[in-house]
Nanobody, 126 residues
């Protein structure tokens, strides 16, 4: 099982970025998957998750600005980020739990997600 993120970069506040997480080694259709982010010195936090039934959840700070969706045919998880703010700057990680489709939340324990990507940096300047 492998998760490979792409799409990070540097943008000015108000700009947009699209992150992608390509999964290999298992089908994503029934997996709980999500994007997490970490700022140095702080805990990794859940940004958005999607369960195996297609239900999405977003942390409050990104609601209305970020959109999460999954292409099960291509095994890719996407995070569309718009109206970016400097406080969105972080290393973004894709994570997956292919064992259990439900109870997939941004506040789920990190230990639930057995597979993680290497991360992609997002930097938003003011």
């Amino acid at each position: 099982v492998q998760l490979v993120e792409s799409g990070g970069g540097s943008v000015q506040a108000g700009g947009s970025l699209n992150l992608a997480c390509e999964a290999s080694g298992y089908p994503t259709a029934w997996a709980c998957m999500g994007w997490f982010r970490r700022v140095p010195g702080k805990k990794r936090e859940g940004v958005a998750t999607i369960d195996g039934y297609g239900n999405t959840e977003y942390t409050n700070s990104v609601k209305g600005r970020f959109t999460l969706f999954k292409d099960n045919a291509k095994n890719i998880l996407y995070l569309q980020m718009t109206s970016l703010k400097p406080e969105d700057s972080a290393m973004y990680y894709c994570a997956s739990d292919p064992r259990w489709a439900g109870s997939c939340h941004t506040h789920s324990p990190l230990s639930r997600f057995g597979y993680w990507g290497q991360g992609t940096q997002v930097t938003v300047s003011s």
